[in-house]
């Protein structure tokens, strides 16, 4: 018979960064070189196991599922085997999520232009190819360094760019923003580090 690996260990389901990613642990135990091969089921197709062509006998210990999952208002789950030559591991089963309710989000990354009397602020969002098709937007604080008063400027759409008239501005200024995304209720990104720009009249 074939020989027995030590099952992976602490197997997650996890959203980080848009992404929806199955960690797991190497059992204890676990031989030099030992691989893993990942695969998925969603509530739509139960029992109908679904291979992960980039994640067979890989050596990392997570494997990302967002472009896989057939649809992202349906519950999925995953499961990982360990295997080395012919001996495999039992398979061992996440808990189930669903991208629409379980995604994490991650701040978007600010693109800042200077012009003469005003401010061009375009976002972009790590967001894996697939669901670049879903609504997210952005919500963006715009403030004198030093200053608890910010200027908020809420539910951008993703693609949709920002102009903040400076005329009146000098000195210091700061730009920092967060993704959003309607879900069930609207879900958030931290925001951004802040991005600060020194706003001078030109004669």
């Known amino acids: 018979g ?3 690996l030590p099952a992976p260990q602490n197997v997650t389901l996890l959203s980080k960064d848009f992404d929806m990613i199955l960690t797991w642990a190497p059992g204890a135990g676990s031989p030099p070189g030992v691989r893993y091969t990942v695969r998925y089921e969603s509530l739509q197709h139960l029992n109908k196991w679904k291979k992960v062509p980039h994640c067979k006998a890989i050596q990392s210990t997570s494997c990302k599922l967002t ?3 057939p649809t992202y ?3 999925a789950r995953a499961q990982v085997k360990a295997v080395l030559g012919s ?3 039992p398979w061992v089963e996440s808990q189930f999520k669903e991208y629409y309710l379980d995604v994490e989000l991650a701040p978007p990354v600010l693109n800042v232009t200077l012009k003469d009397n005003s401010i061009h602020v375009e976002a972009s969002f790590p967001l894996p190819p697939c ?3 879903l609504v997210w937007m952005y919500d963006l604080n715009f403030w004198e360094a030093g200053s ?4 908020q400027y809420e539910k951008i759409l993703r693609k949709q760019a920002v102009t903040i008239d400076t005329t009146a501005l000098r000195g210091n200024y700061c730009l920092s923003a967060r993704s959003s995304f309607q879900g069930i209720g ?3 990104s931290h925001f951004s580090q802040p991005l600060c720009v020194l706003l001078t009249h030109r004669g």
């Open 2 to 4: 074939q020989g027995k």
């Open 67 to 69: 472009c896989e999952l």
């Open 73 to 75: 208002f349906v519950k």
């Open 87 to 89: 001996s495999r591991s």
């Open 131 to 133: 669901v670049e098709t």
């Open 148 to 151: 608890e008063e910010k200027k």
């Open 186 to 188: 609207f879900k958030y």
